[in-house]
Nanobody
Framework: QVQLVEAGGGLVQAGGSLRLSCAASGSIFGIGTMGWYRQAPGKQRVLVAD???????SDVDSVKGQFTISRDNAKNTVYLEMNSLKPEDTAVYYC?????????????WGQGSQVTVSS
């Protein structure tokens, strides 16, 4: 079994910053791509950014220059640094990871972290 545990969400004023973390634990032989998604009220869950095991990043246009994804492979942890937050960034943020168990890759999700940006 593999668990992804998120931390770092909360309430912040517009223009502020937050850092989310997501640590994977359990039966892990390796982790491929890790990513962050968000789901605003009444909307679908969408990709924010992802990062390969080698450190190659991709960000959606709406967060370029504002959010930075990073990872620490030794700690099986992915981070999302969020700066200059806007009310429209309010959402539940979910991490995910493609975990190699020794035979197959399986995608796991974190529990979700509420990020609320007040105007």
């Amino acid at each position: 079994q593999v668990q992804l545990v998120e931390a770092g969400g909360g309430l912040v004023q517009a223009g502020g910053s937050l850092r989310l973390s997501c640590a994977a634990s359990g039966s892990i032989f390796g982790i491929g791509t890790m990513g962050w998604y968000r789901q605003a009220p009444g909307k679908q869950r969408v990709l924010v950014a992802d990062i390969s095991s080698g450190g190659s990043r991709s960000d959606v246009d709406s967060v370029k220059g504002q959010f930075t994804i990073s990872r620490d492979n030794a700690k099986n942890t992915v981070y999302l640094e969020m700066n200059s937050l806007k009310p429209e960034d309010t959402a539940v943020y979910y991490c995910n990871a493609n975990v190699f168990s020794g035979s197959i890759y399986t995608t796991y999700w974190g529990q979700g972290s509420q990020v609320t940006v007040s105007s």
